[in-house]
């Protein structure tokens, strides 16, 4: 039994004559009986008794239709939820990001304009994030890169510059740009391995001539806001994560130029969902924003 088949007897069966049916079906009268006369021969059934127009199940055909609107309810159902998807009435965005701090200005957006779409984030490390991009685990992701590889579709959000993160009250706080040599003694407060953040502030250190002295290693920025906050030592941070906090501040670094952006990113393979779209379409609307709140 085929899909044609099958769809010609439930349209027989739901409309009662092959006029009908072939109406409902937008097909011609001779087609839906080619269809139903092959499925009676491939299975040596009778499904209708016929009595002149007049068409009435017999048992086997009764059972048939109740199976047969399993399964078309079945279809109207996938239907529905593909077009409530399509349309962004509902379904699910997976998104991952490497900082709270950009993606939830997005997120804020995103969501009072299509409110029936649930909202999955996972934070985390750079490379955990694009691992996640890579493997389907993720739908979109908005991270920090030097640059994007031309196996994903990127769209950038916002510049980016390194900069010294300190405790309010700190000596450097008045200073002026500070110099990375200044730190060779001084306690860090380092991102998780994978962290694009520590790996730019470890690179420019090396670059420097400075051994760090890492007196902790976090796993999330806000965790190093707070370490640093309470005195524990001195952290990095890339410029642009709406900084707003009382008990910190940042401070320019001597000499040292960063050219990394904030960027959205999707594989190119899922760029064309909708659900996607709308999110770049959302994120390039807070763009301006998050760069005049940056000061860019």
Known sequence: MN?????????????????????????????????LKALEETYGVALFHRRGHTLTLTDTGAALFESSKKVFRFLDESEEILTSESELLA????????????????????????????????????????TELNAYEIDVAVITQESISSDF??????????????????????????????????????????????????????????????LMELNNQVAVREAVASGLGIGAELDGGLFDHKRLVLVPIANVAVSFKEYVVCRKDRRELHKVRAFFAVAREVAPYIAKMTGE
Do not use: C
């Open 3 to 35: 899909f044609t088949q099958l769809r010609a007897f439930h349209a027989l069966a739901t409309t009662g004559g092959f006029t009908k049916a072939a109406e409902f079906l937008h097909v011609s009268q001779p087609a839906v009986t080619t269809q």
């Open 91 to 130: 379904g699910t965005l997976r998104l991952g990001s490497d900082n709270p701090f950009f993606i939830m200005d997005i997120l804020s957006v995103y969501k009072a304009r299509y409110p029936g779409i649930k909202l999955e984030v996972d934070l985390g490390s750079q490379s955990k994030i694009m």
């Open 153 to 214: 579709f990127a769209q950038p959000l916002s510049p980016l510059a390194l900069r010294l993160l300190l405790p309010l009250g700190h000596k450097w706080v008045d200073h002026g740009p500070v110099a990375l040599s200044a730190l060779k003694d001084e306690p860090l407060i380092m991102r998780e391995q994978g962290s694009t953040t520590r790996k730019i502030f470890l690179d420019r250190l090396a670059a420097s001539g400075v051994e760090p002295r890492i």
